[in-house]
């Protein structure tokens, strides 16, 4: 590493792939280099080697971050003084944070009342303010879109194409960790700018001789937030609120991933998604927010009987997989806590009474 200390985020390390210049300011957290955690478990039971990438290792716990450095530091560059977004949660937690450090505003726009309590409070505490609407994250988006034109506002949504070119970095640090790109790449998706940042990554490391090939991108919906697997938009309905999202921005982005690379787009139940989150925490000791155990429960899903025909899954001997785990568990304590039914048994202060309920 031999960035100096004060900057070791994306934009230091990538900056050859990156639209910025000399010119533009580096608004920075150290952002990225997250771990890619072998999965025993998951490996014995596809056969492959299976690795999860932990996005929610990122300065405010998601992999908003790798894109929110970039589309700051170009709105600083081009002069905005506010930025806004739509939020599912973790990108106006991801905005709030690298407009602070910008010393900028930040509007985020919020479905009411659909929104993980550690994500608000992440607006709140780096200073956003913060308007929930009686609608979901589409309308949030729509009227979003509608501040395009006025002065001096930069829109750090996705279809903001600075967020697709920091977030493509994660594929970056994928082939640098393996050597070269995996088989199949599976992930999450809601607004689908991350399957289309992952799919651009592979691409251009590739044109740039840094790997030899590129993965099938698998992309994982909600069951009741699946307008891509559909065909058609739809009114979301999940327990996994970060993907709650019923007419996705960079739904052709997807598609594309998808087409060019052989992979799919598929869905998990709820059920599916909260198992999955259980089982990854309880037997890999990694605590990933609802939304990411879609990948999760997607491979589980994958492994199961009755899995499609195009399913590219068992792979040969030695073949990878891996499963990008978007947003940290801590940051929606609510759905784990309901699902598993978790409360501590309580006993009296004393050891006979705590061995009692040990034993
Ligand atoms: C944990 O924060 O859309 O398919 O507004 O927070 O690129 O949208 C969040 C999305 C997956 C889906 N996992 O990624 C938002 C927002 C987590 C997320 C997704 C999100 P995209």
Redo the contacts with the bound molecule.
Sequence with gaps: MNQPLHDRGVISRYKAYLPVTEATPVISLNEGSTPLIHSPKLSERTGAEVYLKFEGLNPTG???DRGMTVALSKAVERGASTVI????????AAAAAYAARASIRCAVILPAGKIAAGKLVQAFAYGAKVVAIRGN?DDALRIVREFGGVDGVAIVN?INPDRIEGQKTASFEIIEELGDAPDIHIL????????TAYWKGYREFQSAGRSTRRPRMVGFQAEGAAPIYLGHPVEPHTVAT??R?GN?A?WEGANNAVKESGGCIDIVTDQQILDAQQWLASNEGIFV?P??AASVAGLLKCLSSGRCTTCPLPLRAGGKIVLTV??HGLKDPEAPVKHGGFAPIEADADLTAVRRVLD
Aim: proline residues 6%.
């Design positions: 998601s992999f908003k977004c739509a939020s599912t949660g973790n990108t106006s994250f996705s999450p998706v809601g607004n689908a700018g991350n399957i970060a993907i999202i996705p960079s927010e939304a990411s978007t947003g």
